[in-house]
């Protein structure tokens, strides 16, 4: 399964930006769909999970912030990122493990956006 994730940019803080990650394919009802990020000299960081059951779990730093979020017909899921602060700062990656229709294990990695907040 690849996913292709889009929409960072640069953006002042306490703006908004909407993250998209498309999946090649159909697998959200059998798969758990995250987000993670990595600042600069940073460790990666989980941010929020979509899990397979529709429920969410989101990083204490981003609860109330951030909202995760799947289309189902369009094989997206996205992630809507408000006031954002300067320390949102970083490569923005989605990930996804689970199985396809056809049964098969998966565990894929996006490419990785940029978000930056910055005044």
């Known amino acids: 399964v690849q996913l292709q994730a889009s929409g960072g940019g640069l953006v002042q803080p306490g703006g908004s930006l909407r993250l998209s990650c498309v999946a090649s394919?159909?697998?959200?009802?059998?798969?758990?769909m995250d987000w993670h990020r990595q600042a600069p000299g940073l460790e990666r960081e989980l941010v929020a999970t979509a899990f397979r059951s529709g429920s969410t779990r989101y990083a204490e730093s981003v609860k109330g912030r951030f909202t995760i979020s799947r289309d189902m017909e369009k094989n997206t899921v996205y992630l809507q990122m408000n006031d954002l602060k300067p320390w949102d700062t970083g490569v923005y990656y989605c990930h996804g493990n689970g199985r396809t229709r056809r049964g098969e294990p998966f565990d894929s990695w996006g490419q990785g956006t940029q978000v930056t907040v910055s005044s």
């Open positions: 394919e159909s697998v959200f009802r059998t798969s758990d």
